[in-house]
């Protein structure tokens, strides 16, 4: 998902989806394994979802305490 396609969402929706990638991302190291998982692909688009969802929800989070501040 793109991050402009995240920006529309709500803050707590975006972080019940980034604990789901999250642990996504913990089961896919454990079952990793040489012989029979070789798509290293996953995991590196897992980690980049999961900074994109984290680097939306800071946006927000500076944005809010801008709008915060200039009040």
């Given at each position: 998902?793109?991050?402009?396609?995240?920006?529309?969402?709500d803050?707590?929706?975006?972080?019940?989806?980034?604990e789901?990638?999250?642990?996504?991302?913990?089961?896919?190291?454990?079952?990793?394994?040489?012989?029979?998982?070789?798509?290293?692909?996953?995991?590196?688009?897992?980690?980049?979802?999961?900074?994109?969802?984290?680097?939306?929800?800071?946006e927000?989070?500076?944005?809010?305490?801008?709008?915060?501040?200039?009040?």
């Amino acid at each position: 998902m793109r991050a402009n396609e995240l920006r529309g969402r709500d803050a707590a929706d975006l972080r019940r989806e980034l604990e789901h990638l999250q642990r996504q991302l913990f089961e896919l190291r454990f079952q990793w394994q040489p012989e029979e998982n070789r798509d290293s692909n996953s995991r590196r688009l897992l980690r980049r979802d999961i900074a994109r969802y984290k680097t939306v929800l800071r946006e927000m989070e500076l944005d809010r305490t801008a709008r915060a501040e200039q009040s």
